[in-house]
């Protein structure tokens, strides 16, 4: 009995907790502490489950206790047992097995440990680096055991919920053409095809597209993306999507499917009671209300226009920027008034760093009238009168304000917003869903003379802006739409173009000739010639959903085997130099001093 080999286990940890005293089980895992108390040796033994007590008592099995001064830290054992009540005095509320230990009676070790260089339990955490270098010990402490539940769990509810309302599943590959429009490509060089690439996908756009030409009506895929893009903290080079598209429908459609899901997966994994619909703001009105198409709604403090309130009362600055056809907006900072001079600076410049010239910093004295700024000076009492009544501003507030072009203003007082919430810890609790609608189609880029799409270039115009969209392309608005939650965006989306036609006049608009929108997109625009049916769709990250929903603000965490900013895996130390062999072999060369060498040098 004593040589037996153990291994398999009858029980989970935590299942260990509901069983009876006196009953014999087998558990398996990780030894995370081993304390020894005179005779008495106590050793927690993880799984992914709970950790258990494990006690070796030499009354009851005296070569035992010699053997388990062995069970150093993460040393891998199985242990068979009775399970057994603590005593009053060393129940553990804080354990789910804390009602309970395991007196052992045999055990088998399979292997041992080098002394783990991260913190496993308790204390404060290690650095990140450690921790990514070390991941497999990283995933093995139960905090991270606990986000991948969720990640999984996610996985499931998403998928059932799908297949339930009649979307099938399709994977798209992850080889594919390269379509140089949005972000820079991951490049697979071919072996087969001397000098060609292969490039990993940005998202599945195309191919859900082509699908809906297909006549598989609903799609979905939780799809790896790739995206060649400059280190961000919350970006990641490969992502996850959970990518969708629907043909025959509406955006009313695609938008209560979602509404269901994201409520029905809220409720499954956090018990929240998300209120359906969801509420919707046009683009220009998040952009002219909350500076952000992104807009945090836990708090409300709406910007505010003041234009025709100040203008032409002989304040010089002001009177330009109206006359150059700007705007003077606010936002009223509650109890502002007791800021001290360096605090509104502070203030001044988070405008300043999104292009703002200044920030006028008015404090309203006794709800009727301001102090302390030209503006006092200048305006009238019955305008001081007005603006504060627009401002919706009491006695003690401060008023934020910033004049010059719309946009700039917006997301100057949009970032003061955000501030303002954050240093006076306005935001609510709740999950505040809105979908943001009516996109601009494109943005101007003056370095480039060009415009580029806002979304991509296979979204919709608006019907009744299809006018512009050869003459000017830039007055369009979009049929895009995103999904925000709580100031992130959670997902974005189209009505696509589904007539060869409407995407020719799209890419010229974008400046893209006929001959090459034919070179990279051409087996695209034939099949959108054979019956093309009306569609839409959207992509949600899944990363960072899965942030919200285990409730880490760090993306990396959510990632089993993630890349540093610099886009690095610790781990595994890749990207790396490959041989000369393996280079040729593709027909590329090493340039030894070139940028790009010197960069996989360094991993
Ligand atoms: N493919 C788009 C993206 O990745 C989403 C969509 O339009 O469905 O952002």
């Given at each position: ?30 030894v ?14 993880y799984?992914r489950s709970?950790?258990?007590q ?28 009775k399970v ?5 005095e060393a ?5 789910i097995?804390g009602?309970?230990?395991?007196i ?10 080098a002394?783990?260089?991260?913190q ?7 650095n ?14 139960s ?5 991948f539940?969720?990640?999984?769990q ?14 099938i599943?399709?994977t798209?590959?992850?080889?594919m ?5 949005g ?6 060089p ?19 597209q082509?699908l ?7 799609y ?23 990518d969708v598209?629907?043909?025959?429908t ?7 499917i ?6 029905g997966?809220?409720?499954?994994m ?6 359906t619909?969801f509420r ?18 836990r ?11 100040v ?6 600055f002001?009177d330009s920027?109206?006359a150059?056809?700007?705007?003077v907006?606010?936002?009223?900072y509650?109890?502002g ?16 760093k ?15 009238t301001?102090?302390?700024?030209i503006?006092?000076?200048?305006l009238?009492k ?33 970032d003061v ?7 006076e ?9 809105v979908?943001v ?12 003379n060009?415009c580029?799409a ?7 115009p608006m ?7 050869d ?17 992130v ?10 007539k060869?036609?409407l ?5 010229a ?17 034939e ?7 009306p569609?839409?769709?959207i ?5 960072r959903?899965?942030m ?12 089993a085997?993630p ?13 790396s130099?490959?041989?000369?062999d ?7 060369q ?11 040098k360094?991993?």
């Amino acid at each position: 009995m004593k040589n037996e080999i153990l291994m398999e286990r009858s029980h989970y940890n935590a299942d260990v907790a509901n069983v009876s005293p006196g009953q014999t089980v087998t558990v398996a895992g990780w030894v995370r502490k081993r304390r020894d108390l005179g005779n008495l040796v106590f050793v927690d033994l993880y799984d992914r489950s709970a950790v258990l007590q494990v006690v070796f008592d030499p009354e009851r099995n005296p070569e035992l206790v010699d053997s388990a001064s062995a069970l150093t830290r993460e040393t891998v054992l199985t242990v068979r047992g009775k399970v057994s009540s603590r005593p009053e005095e060393a129940l553990n509320p804080d354990m789910i097995t804390g009602r309970v230990e395991l007196i052992a009676d045999s055990f088998t070790i399979h292997s041992t440990s080098a002394l783990p260089p991260i913190q496993m339990t308790g204390g404060p955490e290690s650095n990140e680096e450690l921790r990514l270098r070390y991941r497999y010990l990283d995933l093995r402490r139960s905090e991270m055991f606990q986000i991948f539940n969720v990640r999984h769990q996610t996985y499931q509810y998403v998928r059932s919920f799908y297949v339930e309302n009649g979307f099938i599943e399709v994977t798209t590959p992850q080889l594919m053409r390269s379509t140089p429009e949005g972000a820079r490509d991951f490049l697979v060089p071919s072996r087969l095809h001397f000098g060609s690439c292969y490039a990993l996908p940005q998202s599945p756009q195309l191919m859900k597209q082509i699908l809906m030409i297909s006549a598989f009506d609903r799609y979905f895929q939780i799809a790896r993306c790739f995206r060649d893009e400059d280190s961000r903290a919350d970006r990641q080079p490969e992502f996850t999507q959970i990518d969708v598209e629907m043909s025959f429908t509406s955006i009313e459609t695609l938008f209560a499917i979602h509404e269901k899901l994201f409520a029905g997966l809220f409720k499954s994994m956090l018990d929240l009671d998300i209120p359906t619909p969801f509420r919707r703001i046009t683009w220009q009105n998040a952009m002219d209300w909350y500076g952000s198409d992104k807009p945090d709604l836990r708090f409300n403090m709406k910007i505010k226009d003041v234009t025709s309130i100040v203008s032409d009362s002989g304040i010089g600055f002001i009177d330009s920027v109206a006359a150059g056809g700007g705007v003077v907006r606010l936002v009223c900072y509650p109890d502002g008034a007791k800021l001290s001079r360096k605090q509104i600076s502070e203030l001044e410049n988070v405008a300043k760093k999104r292009g703002a010239n200044g920030m006028l910093a008015v404090k309203v004295t006794d709800g009727e009238t301001i102090s302390g700024t030209i503006l006092e000076k200048k305006l009238s009492k019955e305008k001081q009168t007005l603006l504060l009544e627009v401002a919706e501003a009491k006695a003690g507030d401060l008023l934020c304000i910033v004049a010059g072009d719309r946009m700039t203003v917006s997301e100057a007082l949009g970032d003061v917003r955000l501030e303002i919430a954050g240093r006076e810890n306005l935001k609510s609790d709740e999950y505040e869903f809105v979908w943001v609608t009516e996109f601009p189609l494109v943005e101007y880029d003056p370095e480039d003379n060009r415009c580029y799409a806002m979304h991509h270039p296979f979204t919709a115009p608006m019907e009744e802006d299809l006018q512009y969209l050869d003459t000017d392309p830039v007055r369009c608005r979009a049929q895009a739409y995103d999904l925000v939650l709580n100031g992130v965006e959670l997902g974005g989306g189209s009505v696509r173009i589904h007539k060869p036609e409407l995407q020719q006049r799209m890419f010229a608009a974008l400046g893209i000739s006929k001959e090459l929108a034919e070179s990279q997109f051409g087996f695209f625009l034939e099949a959108l010639k054979y019956g093309t049916p009306p569609h839409c769709g959207i992509a949600f990250g899944f990363d960072r959903l899965i942030m919200i929903l285990a409730g880490t603000d760090n993306l990396r965490d959510v990632i089993a085997f993630p890349k540093t900013l610099q886009a690095v895996c610790l781990m595994t130390r890749a990207p790396s130099t490959v041989t000369d062999d393996q280079l040729n072999a593709v027909g590329l060369q090493r340039k030894p001093n070139s940028e790009s060498s010197k960069t996989t040098k360094q991993n």
